[in-house]
């Protein structure tokens, strides 16, 4: 029985690891995709410099030409510098699909609405549009315009440049499928020699590993930005996808996909639905050309070189994560992917991959299974750990060598695991041997001690309930350039003091607070007690936290708090972001088994933090979202549209949260 029980266990054990990995559920894949990044970042492409280059429209180019988007006269003045010094082709990494807002139309019918100066709208009338200016522009140089595909139905369709072939299997089955797009404006779409979408496809944690080549929109074909690049430089006009089926595609096994991509005289390896693997070299700052310098004619040579027009600035949040940074600009992906092209340098996940590390699982495990009861637990764990480094070793080769992507670490993880349940078994036996001599002891221990040894402990687990909250996220605004102007002693204060009145302003309506990340402040309501009223609490709070900032900086100018008064002098006025949504949540002891803490977590706790940072946009101090200000009968709110929330596909509408004269007072009340 013991000898059954100590082989039985760790084999369900396997069966059920091995089912697991054949159904490859999204952690699985998330824990592999992390693996893949770290071998990357162990070993990352080397950059070599090829014919690809980012004119960048960086803080410093906008410093000098004005915010974006620019007057379509200083993009054609951009092309056109580009066409005249040589390039390949000049690939935008940004839609145009609004009219030039500089247009002399469009300004006259800003400064005269309502058409009483006729003379001066025939004036403007026949000044040249600028959309029409950059159209011919478009036409002279080799431009490839960019567009975004999109799940909104739309009936128009991008232009296509190209057309596409196939050979093998119907590849339509495996490309990426969407219903809509913004496109740019037809005139400007027409003129340009190339159309590529620069969708990103980012996995479930942000980061971005894979770059399509090709997406389908109705139907039919379009080639990403880098690909028509690629295609309108070396004047191109098919593109050849390669699907299973084809002669020389999967000679070993079978295999049920795309293969291949054929771009002019490039043959492109992708995967089964045309994306290619980021073989990520992190941000280089070679390959960055400010665009300030090409406009002044002050820009390295170019000549013959591909060029793709995006941006790093900060501001216009074009950032992408990748294996080896948290944030490059698209616009960088884009001529990742063609460095990788044109150098041949991939990276590939093989067909039969997942078969590999099945059967290695299999035979590890099994090892583990049939070695334990002869070698012992050590003996069975040096041979596992063999083992299990002799696998990694070898997707580390297969990575360097081949450029072959391979999980080692859930079949090593997973023999560990088989290995630790018959340990387990095998410790159980034992315990089970002298279970009869622990009974007989037992009878001189105190039943009232036992008890106690034996209480319920379930107040200290983890574990939390689903109920509706209200969040708020605070901070203060431009900490950093304050932080700078502080020592530690004066910074300390100043945040002590700063947190205590915003502290008070919560508690005073009922909010607990969750916790406390440098000058920022979390809070909700509705939990641990009921609140029926929790947003409108939740809104009382962060008005009497805006008065309480307003008596603060006050304070503060006064000289009344214990800080420097040099350090007074050069503080400026303390401004702060509120961040308000309510919504369901999970609540209760969220942590660590070692440590953990009341708290509360969900979408909706990320929409109140993304909020809070559209403070900064928006100009303003508060922001409610609707499923806050639906509730607030008696508060005062200005509708500022819709807005889209990093990290979710639909928007959301929200509001500024102003002051209201029925409620005012009672801030007063509470504040003073």
Known sequence: MHVSLQRGVPLIVLLGLLVLRAADPGP??????????????????????TPVRVIDLDDATLQQYGQWPWPRHLVARLVM?????????????????????TSPQIMGNSWDPENRFQDLHKALAGLPDPD???????AEAPVVSGFVLSTNKGDRLPARKAGFASVGTDPHRFVLSYSGAVTNLPILEKAASGNGTFNALPDSDGVIRRLPLIMQLKGQFFPSLAAEALRVAQQA????????????????????????????AFHVPTDRNGHIWLYDTGHKAQRLIPAWQVLREEAPDIRGMIVFIGTSALGLKDQRATPLEGAVSGAELHAQALEQIISGSYLR?????????????????SAMIFLLPRLGPIGCAVAGGVAATLGVGLAVVAFTRLGWLFDPVYPALGSLLVYSSGSLMGYIKAELERR????????????????????????????????ETTVMFCDIRDFSSIAERLDATDLTRLINLFLTEMSDAILAHGGTIDKYIGDSVMAFWNAPLDDPQHRQNACLAALAMRYRLKLLNEKLRNGDADIGKDALAALPELRIGIGLNSGISCVGNLGSEQRFSYSVLGDNVNIAARLEGLTKTYGVDIICSEATQSGCKDFRFRALGNAQVKGRT??????ALEPGSDVIAGIDAVAQ
Request: glycine fraction near 8%.
């Open 349 to 365: 996940r093989p067909y039969w991959a997942d078969l590999v590390e099945i059967l290695l699982l299999f035979f590890l495990g």
């Open 132 to 138: 029409s200016a950059l159209a011919q522009v478009f």
């Open 650 to 655: 639909g928007q959301v509408q929200i509001f």
């Open 436 to 467: 009869r001599v622990r009974q007989a002891f037992s009878r001189y221990l105190a039943p009232a001690m036992v008890a106690r040894l034996a209480a319920d402990p379930s107040r200290l687990q983890l574990g939390g309930e689903m109920r």
């Open 237 to 264: 006009t098919t593109y050849l996808v390669k699907a299973s089926g084809a002669q020389g595609v999967a000679a070993i096994g079978h295999y049920d996909g795309i293969d291949s991509i054929q771009i002019g």
């Open 81 to 101: 510098k580009l066409h005249d010094a040589g390039v390949a082709a000049i690939a935008f990494d940004m839609v145009f699909a609004e009219p030039d807002r």
């Open 28 to 49: 699985l894949i998330d824990l592999r995709l992390r693996i893949f990044d770290q071998l990357q970042r162990m070993l990352p492409r080397s950059y070599v410099a």
